[in-house]
């Protein structure tokens, strides 16, 4: 950030300072400097000369103050302007002049795409903006056929409650609801999908689309699957150990019971997590020779996030969960929407893991807290960043923040990019089962899911889980205009998409290409792929080097009783 100094109250000053005055001098004062002349001329010089230097210096700092200013504008209408390329590239409404979430497009130079090719060779590159994405066209024009006009803006119903948002979104954008699964153009379910609907004679024809893919229970539903998928791909996760793998518990003795330099494992709590879908976790405190002491079993044993950020002047625990939505698996295209701030229900003590008080607030994502009204927007919390780090006096700022060799302005900035970066590790890490057209039976579909994410005094962000559980309870206003922006963006994006598919496949028509999408939204483009993998092309936080970043951390705090 650039500091200008006001030049109104510069100049008013250096006026007020160019004649000399004798107001507010004694007569006796007066009469005694007369009979000193040359003391008078002494002074008078030297008053001379002080001027003559505060007039000069005076000078200097408005020419550079005005230079500066100068800079500053031309440098921020060289932003703007970038801006507005970029958004007519994307071809926005108005050739960029009223973009949705302007300073979110903005914030999106500062960073960039990861291009990876698996085909024949393996390759990765970064691209500089999203807007050098090739197009991406639909492999499979038989999957959108013969769409009956009358059923253009139909949807069929088998959810329950959790669904009536959507809904509301669905009729505010014209929708009409059918009671025959056959008129459907867009089926909602609860959970999980028809097998029926899946087979070969399935009742479904190519035009509709479900909103569950078959493959979102192998992976949301079992933390083992899911954990085997990303272990080699994210950088957000926590050290975690499968306490069923041999080598992981060999891993794990040595981190524990055999590492001399760190000593902080001496101090480390730990989660347990089963395997079983619904199993609750345990915290598990500090302890010596803690490998012995846990039998093999089906879990993951994960590293707890010490030194979390607190919420409020309480310190309070949260967790911050953000959406990505998976429009299309033919490409498959994947977009990152804000989601909202989850708070503990008392306390948060490092250190102390006694009661199961404790324990509920340590393991944000359970207890009883779970579904408390809680629950804060993303506007709070990037108030609540910018109260932790710039109103601290004892924690500096992270070092990203105070470089001037990237655009990365504010905390909250720097906070989502890494949660981006990370649903995007996750995403690349499924692309190739959970969201291949192959997994999925052929037939395409889209999906919303959610990950959740906890942030340490240093601004690091850390991965906690990714899941299919996207329910919002209408309980505080920012969930109800969550819900709203987030669910009309994403029907907007559906219609987009699936007109562009039904264009396709009419008979003779050109290819058309999914990308760039066109509709305003507040969702951002995450990570896109062809079907068969060979292209893919992922958001990447090139200006944040994570490794480089957890090197110094401290240790957790002591174990204390209550």
């Given at each position: 950030m650039l500091f200008v100094p006001r030049l109104s109250q510069r100049s008013n000053g250096s006026s007020s300072t160019t004649t000399p005055t004798t107001m507010g001098l004694s007569s006796a004062r007066a009469t005694t400097t007369a009979t000193m002349p040359n003391f008078v001329s002494a002074v008078c010089l030297m008053r001379a000369a002080m001027l003559l230097f505060m007039g000069a210096f005076g000078g200097i700092v408005m020419y550079a103050t005005i230079r500066r200013t100068h800079c500053s504008t031309a440098a921020d209408s060289s932003a703007a302007s970038e801006v507005r390329r970029i958004a007519s590239l994307w071809k926005w409404p108005g050739g960029g002049k009223n973009i949705p979430g302007e300073a979110t497009v903005a914030a999106s130079l500062s960073s960039s795409w990861l291009a990876i090719t698996t085909g024949g060779s393996s390759s990765a590159h970064t691209v500089d903006e999203s807007s050098t994405i090739p197009p991406f066209y639909q492999e499979d024009i038989a999957l959108f056929e013969d769409l009956p006009p009358e059923y253009s803006k139909t949807f069929y119903n088998e959810c329950g409650k959790n669904c009536h948002p959507f809904i509301r979104?669905?009729?505010?954008?014209?929708?009409?609801?059918?009671?025959?699964?056959?008129?459907?153009?867009?089926?909602?379910?609860?959970?999980?999908?028809?097998?029926?609907?899946?087979?070969?004679?399935?009742?479904?024809?190519?035009?509709?689309?479900?909103?569950?893919l078959p493959t979102t229970y192998s992976w949301a539903h079992d933390v083992s699957a899911f954990y085997e998928l990303v272990k080699d791909r994210s950088t957000y996760l926590p050290a975690t150990y499968r306490l069923d793998d041999e080598e992981d518990r060999e891993l794990l003795d040595k981190t524990l019971n055999h590492s001399k330099k760190d000593t902080g494992v001496k101090t480390h709590p730990w989660v347990l997590q089963p395997y079983e879908d619904g199993a609750r976790p345990t915290l598990v405190p500090p302890k010596p020779k803690l490998s012995k002491d846990l039998p093999e079993q089906g879990a993951l044993l994960s590293k707890y996030v010490c030194h979390s950020m607190g919420w409020g002047p309480s310190k309070q625990k949260f967790d911050v969960r953000v959406f990505f939505f998976v429009v299309t698996l033919d490409p498959l295209v994947v977009v990152y929407h804000d989601g909202h701030v989850q708070t503990s229900s008392g306390p948060y003590r490092e250190g102390s893991y006694d009661s199961d008080t404790d324990e509920d607030v340590h393991l944000m994502n359970y207890g009883e807290f779970k579904h408390d009204s809680s629950k804060h927007s993303f506007d709070a919390l990037e108030e609540m960043l910018n109260a932790n780090i710039y109103n601290t006096r004892r924690r500096r700022r992270p070092k990203i923040l105070r470089s001037s060799k990237n655009n990365i302005?504010?905390?909250?900035?720097?906070?989502?990019?890494?949660?981006?970066?990370?649903?995007?590790?996750?995403?690349?890490?499924?692309?190739?089962?959970?969201?291949?057209?192959?997994?999925?039976?052929?037939?395409?579909?889209?999906?919303?899911?959610?990950?959740?994410?906890?942030?340490?005094?240093?601004?690091?962000?850390?991965?906690?889980?990714?899941?299919?559980?996207?329910?919002?309870?209408?309980?505080?206003?920012?969930?109800?205009?969550?819900?709203?922006?987030?669910?009309?963006?994403?029907?907007?994006?559906?219609?987009?998409?699936?007109?562009?598919?039904?264009?396709?496949?009419?008979?003779?028509?050109?290819?058309?290409?999914?990308?760039?999408?066109?509709?305003?939204?507040?969702?951002?483009?995450?990570?896109?792929?062809?079907?068969?993998?060979?292209?893919?092309?992922?958001?990447?936080?090139?200006?944040?080097?994570?490794?480089?970043?957890?090197?110094?951390?401290?240790?957790?705090?002591?174990?204390?009783?209550n």
């Open positions: 979104a669905l009729r505010s954008l014209g929708w009409q609801k059918v009671n025959s699964l056959e008129k459907g153009r867009l089926i909602l379910t609860f959970a999980t999908i028809n097998p029926e609907w899946l087979a070969e004679d399935s009742p479904l024809e190519s035009w509709q689309r479900y909103a569950h302005d504010t905390p909250m900035q720097h906070v989502r990019n890494q949660m981006k970066e990370a649903v995007a590790q996750v995403v690349h890490a499924l692309s190739p089962t959970a969201f291949s057209m192959e997994d999925n039976h052929d037939r395409d579909g889209w999906e919303l899911f959610a990950a959740d994410f906890v942030i340490d005094e240093d601004l690091d962000v850390w991965l906690i889980s990714a899941h299919d559980d996207i329910a919002l309870h209408e309980d505080v206003y920012s969930n109800l205009e969550l819900g709203h922006d987030m669910y009309t963006g994403m029907i907007r994006i559906l219609e987009e998409v699936w007109t562009k598919q039904e264009q396709a496949a009419k008979d003779g028509a050109a290819p058309v290409p999914i990308l760039p999408l066109e509709t305003p939204s507040k969702f951002e483009l995450l990570y896109v792929s062809d079907v068969d993998k060979n292209r893919n092309y992922m958001y990447n936080y090139a200006e944040y080097d994570r490794r480089k970043s957890l090197r110094k951390k401290k240790e957790c705090a002591k174990v204390r009783k």
